[in-house]
């Protein structure tokens, strides 16, 4: 493909004892005997967000061309990327890549390698973490008012408090391998609900009258919502941001290295996401038209006791979820309070700052429930860079393809790709920003 290996580093600086017994402590770093369908796990809880029961709603604002179109190339795109990751973690003999700063520093500088990646890696992390507490909520509320329809209604507030608390205590499980039970429930959680979305849109077939043009009477509108949708999708491929991390957990020899394994984990993981995304995004579209809801499952309605099981299935999934974005946050928080601040490592350190994190994100999805407009807006800078062509980036600076090969066009396909992206989808977040705040209250 025209690609050089890059330069061999012939010297990796010994960690001294001190230095082994905290990355032994860190969450990242401290269990390294994962299997390759952790990998396939630990991905599929990543990426297959709630957002999974949008995609029919995306596709009414897209269009049938336009729609399977960036469908399918978003798919392939990041499955690419994905791949780039997946060989650049031990690139340098003797040396990991745990986590998705250290590579940046490899291929940009110490500094500047910190300065791009870790405000990207945390608005993406911190800020999925505040939706899915947002979508926790959320369902569980429609779960509760679905099962006991003429019960009292709660405001969503309890609801998120209801969420959080469960993740206070998940929240001090130590490491990425101790929450694979939890992972495991999530990746079978998603594909569960997934199926009973678009199966549900096939028993209940196409309704009276469908229509699958543009909603919006105007010109302007149609474009803006087109750009939203784009953020939609985009942001259904997240998973990078923790891959790294997920890697870190696999054991490495130069005989077998941890790419393998990982490499086939996230196969797995993505055919998973494809009988995710497609079917949901196609039938809820073929279904309902432009008449669908922003969530599948609120235009299915009926019967009453699937959806409500559909609704719960979210909220284990988003459990697991908000924990694989949260690890690489944790590490972050528990590295500087130990390595900067010379914080001795241990249970109270972990109880007090993991707790504050999910009090924050706690806060921040009660104060503003409408989080996703603003993750379209401010995500679109951080989800199309590290998903799309930031990897892509990195692989040009590091491997250095000859120009005009085929690594070097495809990078560059991508690169211009993702850059579009960054600046089409935030406009279309704008607008929807604007759009919920006019009917907003606080703590409603």
């Known amino acids: 493909m025209g690609t050089q290996a890059p330069s061999p580093e012939t010297y990796v600086k010994p960690k001294s004892d001190k230095e082994k017994s905290v ?26 967000g709630a957002g999974v029961l949008s995609l029919p709603f995306a596709m ?22 994905l791949w780039q990751m997946v060989e650049m973690h031990e690139m340098v003999p003797g040396k990991r890549f745990d986590r998705y700063h250290e590579l940046g520093q490899h291929a940009f500088g110490e500094k500047l390698g910190l300065w791009i990646v870790v405000p990207q890696q945390l608005i993406v992390e911190v800020g999925v973490d505040i939706v899915y507490m947002v979508t926790g909520g959320k369902s569980l509320k429609k779960f509760h008012d679905t099962v006991c329809h003429d019960c009292k209604s709660f405001k969503t507030t309890y609801f998120i408090m209801i969420f959080a608390s469960v993740h206070f205590v998940l929240s001090q499980l130590p490491n990425f391998n101790s929450i694979s039970g939890v992972s495991l429930a999530a990746a079978v959680m998603s594909l569960s609900y997934s199926t009973i979305a678009w199966g549900a849109s096939v028993d209940k077939g196409r309704v009276e009258d469908v229509q699958y043009g543009y909603k919006s009477p105007s010109t302007g509108g149609t474009v803006l919502s ?16 923790v891959v790294l991390e997920i890697q ?9 290295p941890s790419k393998k394994p990982m490499w086939k984990g996230v196969v797995v993981a993505y055919i998973v996401v494809a009988l995710c995304y497609f079917p949901v995004a196609l039938v809820g579209y073929w279904a309902f038209g432009n008449g669908v809801d922003d969530n599948i499952l609120i235009t299915l309605n009926k019967p009453r006791w699937l959806i409500a099981m559909a609704n719960m299935m979210v909220v284990v999934h988003v459990i697991g979820s908000y924990q694989i974005y ?3 946050v944790f590490d ?11 914080f001795p490592p241990g249970i109270l350190l972990r109880l007090i700052a993991r707790s504050l994190y999910v009090a924050f994100t706690m ?5 503003f429930p409408f989080f996703g407009g603003l993750l379209g807006f401010f995500g679109g800078f951080a989800f199309a860079p590290t998903t ?42 704008l607008r929807q920003i604007i759009v919920d705040a006019k009917t907003y209250s606080f703590y409603s």
């Open 332 to 342: 972050m928080m528990e590295t500087v309070l130990v390595k900067k601040l010379n």
């Open 248 to 256: 870190a957990t696999i054991p490495s020899t130069p005989e077998k």
């Open 23 to 48: 990355d032994d402590w860190l969450p990242i770093t401290s269990s390294r005997n994962a299997k390759w369908w952790y990998s396939a796990f630990h991905n599929v809880t990543a990426m297959v």
């Open 60 to 81: 009414s604002e897209l269009g049938w061309g336009p729609g399977i179109a960036v469908l399918i190339l978003s798919w392939i795109i990041t499955l690419y990327t």
């Open 226 to 241: 087109f750009f939203s949708a784009l953020g939609d999708v985009a942001f259904a491929y997240a998973g990078h941001n």
């Open 363 to 367: 806060f921040v999805a009660i104060t």
């Open 326 to 328: 949260a690890m690489p």
């Open 388 to 429: 799309y062509f930031l990897p892509c980036i990195m692989w040009l600076a590091i491997y250095k393809p000859r120009k005009f090969s085929l690594s070097w066009i495809a990078n560059w396909i991508c690169i211009v790709l993702g850059v579009c992206l960054m600046i089409l989808a935030p406009i279309g977040g």
